[in-house]
């Protein structure tokens, strides 16, 4: 195979979904392009979503361990 058609085959693959399959009522309810389902594969915008809830979270364990923190060291004063 000519090496130069492999990222072109592997968009069309990508954006055909069969990277990934849908069950049937995900499917049914996405209701998206495949301009959409291009979009995101290329701009990895799950991966991005994936990382800003998990910062969120990781935000949310460091202000409650600050938190303790100070409330343990008003203690001791």
């Known amino acids: ?4 058609l492999a990222p072109g085959l592997l968009l069309i693959f990508l ?4 990277a990934r399959e849908k069950e ?3 499917a049914a309810s996405s209701g ?4 959409d389902a291009v ?10 979503e ?3 809830r998990a910062k969120a979270t ?8 600050q938190q303790d923190f100070e409330e ?3 203690e001791t004063k």
């Open 1 to 4: 195979m000519n090496l130069r």
């Open 15 to 18: 954006a055909l979904g069969c």
């Open 24 to 26: 049937p009522a995900e």
């Open 32 to 35: 998206g392009s495949v301009g």
């Open 39 to 48: 979009v995101d594969v290329v701009t990895r915008r799950d991966a991005v």
């Open 50 to 52: 994936a990382g800003k």
């Open 58 to 65: 990781i935000d949310a364990v460091q202000a409650r361990r």
């Open 72 to 74: 343990a060291m008003g």
